[in-house]
């Protein structure tokens, strides 16, 4: 049987206002990044579309960058088809809705009136592709202010299903993860929910690619 494709994202994503200003968010990549590595160092042949960070791709893993959640959104879609997609990014879901060419001047009534546009929400959209071209397996995550397992939970199945998609792996960012080198994160599926402790995120995610690798290994047999 052939290497499964999984295409992955990582990272912030940058939303630019001007020449030297932008929106964006505190992800360093790191969870993605050693999803990725872990997922091929299991026999995957895995797409990485990662925002801007300061990581070594891991060997054996394409990487295509982008800034924008529009232009991770157009290299998603143009990596496909795919066996999985896992968004492990930190989309940004809104960008300023002018890119101006020059920078914006600060005694300008711009700053105070700034508008938003809304952008595209990569997980649902894969999660929504007509069957045959969506991937068999599409997980997000979820990045809370919960420390309540039990709320945490209810969060992810309220997430799941907003978003279509078939696992959730969340995790609460109150406390240093965002940046950090540690997580401690639940997996939801529609079936089950089980706990990864509070582990380095290589840990972590060598755990995560077991499981895709399992889940993958299934959905390909049937
Ligand atoms: N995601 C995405 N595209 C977006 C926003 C989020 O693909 N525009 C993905 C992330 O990669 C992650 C999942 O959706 O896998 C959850 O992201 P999160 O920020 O937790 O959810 P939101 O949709 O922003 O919901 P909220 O912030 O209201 O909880």
Same mark, same amino acid.
């Given at each position: 049987?052939? +290497?499964?494709?999984?295409? /992955? @994202?990582?990272?912030?994503?940058?939303?630019?206002?001007?020449?030297?200003?932008?929106?964006?968010?505190?992800?360093?990549?790191?969870?993605?990044?050693?999803?990725?590595?872990? /997922?091929?160092?299991?026999?995957?042949?895995?797409?990485?579309?990662?925002?801007?960070?300061?990581? =070594?791709?891991?060997?054996?893993?394409?990487?295509?960058? !982008?800034?924008?959640?529009? =232009?991770?959104?157009? +290299?998603?879609?143009?990596?496909?088809?795919?066996?999985?997609?896992? $968004? !492990?990014?930190?989309?940004?879901?809104?960008?300023?809705?002018?890119?101006?060419?020059?920078? /914006?001047?600060?005694?300008?009534? $711009?700053?105070?009136?700034?508008?938003?546009?809304?952008?595209?929400?990569?997980?649902?959209?894969?999660?929504? /592709?007509?069957?045959?071209?969506?991937? +068999?397996?599409?997980? $997000?995550?979820?990045?809370?202010?919960?420390?309540?397992?039990? +709320?945490?939970? @209810?969060?992810?199945?309220?997430?799941?299903?907003?978003?279509?998609?078939?696992?959730?792996?969340?995790?609460?960012?109150? =406390?240093?993860?965002?940046?950090?080198?540690?997580?401690? !994160?639940?997996?939801?599926?529609? =079936?089950?929910?089980?706990?990864?402790?509070?582990?380095?995120?290589?840990?972590?995610?060598?755990?995560?690619?077991?499981?895709?690798?399992?889940?993958?290994?299934?959905?390909?047999?049937?």
């Amino acid at each position: 049987m052939s +290497a499964p494709h999984i295409i /992955l @994202t990582a990272g912030p994503t940058i939303e630019p206002l001007d020449p030297v200003r932008f929106l964006s968010n505190r992800s360093s990549g790191k969870q993605g990044y050693a999803l990725a590595g872990a /997922l091929t160092a299991r026999g995957a042949r895995v797409t990485l579309v990662s925002g801007p960070v300061h990581l =070594e791709t891991p060997p054996g893993v394409i990487r295509i960058d !982008v800034e924008t959640a529009c =232009e991770m959104m157009a +290299a998603v879609e143009a990596a496909l088809p795919a066996d999985a997609f896992i $968004g !492990v990014a930190a989309v940004a879901d809104w960008r300023p809705a002018e890119r101006h060419a020059q920078k /914006l001047k600060t005694d300008k009534a $711009g700053f105070a009136n700034l508008k938003l546009a809304e952008n595209p929400d990569i997980l649902r959209t894969i999660a929504h /592709l007509p069957p045959g071209r969506r991937p +068999a397996l599409v997980i $997000g995550f979820a990045a809370e202010t919960e420390a309540d397992p039990v +709320a945490l939970e @209810t969060l992810a199945h309220q997430k799941m299903r907003r978003k279509g998609c078939d696992m959730i792996i969340a995790n609460d960012v109150s =406390e240093g993860v965002m940046g950090g080198d540690n997580n401690t !994160v639940l997996v939801v599926s529609k =079936e089950e929910t089980s706990k990864i402790p509070h582990a380095d995120k290589s840990a972590i995610a060598a755990q995560l690619a077991g499981t895709v690798m399992a889940l993958l290994g299934n959905h390909r047999k049937v």
